[in-house]
Antibody
Framework: QLQLQESGPGLVRPSETLSLICTVS??????????WGWIRQPPGKGLEWIGS???????DYNPSLKSRVTISVDTSKNQFSLNLSSVTAADTAVYYC??????????WGQGTLVIVSS | DIQMTQSPSSLSASVGDRVTITCRAS??????LNWYLQKPGKAPKLLIY???SLQSGVPSRFSGSGSGTDFTLTISSLQPEDFATYFC?????????FGQGTKLEIK
């Protein structure tokens, strides 16, 4: 049974870096079939694609966030991570990690709420 | 970016009703269109991919159609567990944008 679990701080100060980890169980992150990505949802709003990465390092990012986003993969731990720098209140959201088949999110983590506030 | 527009934004219906939700893309996305269901406090769940392919385990009362710019999600006979918010997503061109959502409520 594939499971994805987000972890990281629930509160981040403005201008600092938001860092989240997604731990994958039940599948290998080194699979040559899937990408692994992040999607967020501000409270009461819709979904926003952040970016995705293949285990080899090939990545794509939302241009609106590209200058601030890094997604990386740790195959030894079967994890992938999200770093979002210079956060503001607009980055407050539930952050989901997901497995992606040709950019279709077929499995999702439960999501983790990150609040940006001083 | 490709803009995805869903209609209606909200919809009231009764158990047993047939319901259709529409998603329109700002340019052709061929059949690279996916539908998700989200219940309050939960992660979205994939229902339909590639416009009309039913994800494994999803009941057959859900169906999708369309290509190019216009797509529909149809629920043939609403069940109590179907009352939720539905999102479309294009997986044709990055960033892989979502529609704003359609909230399906009980009448």
């Amino acid at each position: 049974q594939l499971q994805l679990q987000e972890s990281g701080p629930g509160l981040v100060r403005p201008s600092e870096t938001l860092s989240l980890i997604c731990t994958v169980s039940g599948d290998s992150i080194s699979s040559n079939t899937y990408y692994w990505g992040w999607i967020r949802q501000p409270p009461g709003k819709g979904l926003e694609w952040i970016g995705s990465m293949f285990y080899s390092g090939s990545a794509d990012y939302n241009p609106s966030l590209k200058s601030r986003v890094t997604i990386s993969v740790d195959t030894s731990k079967n994890q992938f991570s999200l770093n979002l720098s210079s956060v503001t209140a607009a980055d407050t959201a539930v952050y989901y990690c997901a497995r992606l088949y040709t950019r279709i999110a077929d499995y999702w983590g439960q999501g983790t709420l990150v609040i940006v506030s001083s | 970016d490709i803009q995805m527009t869903q209609s209606p934004s909200s919809l009231s219906a009764s158990v047993g009703d047939r319901v259709t939700i529409t998603c329109r893309a700002s340019q052709s996305i061929f059949s690279y269109l996916n539908w998700y269901l989200q219940k309050p406090g939960k992660a979205p769940k994939l229902l339909i991919y590639a416009a009309s392919s039913l994800q494994s385990g999803v009941p057959s009362r859900f169906s999708g159609s369309g290509s190019g710019t216009d797509f529909t999600l149809t629920i043939s006979s609403l069940q109590p567990e179907d009352f939720a918010t539905y999102f479309c997503q294009q997986s044709y061109s990055p960033p892989y944008t979502f529609g704003q959502g359609t909230k399906l409520e009980i009448k």
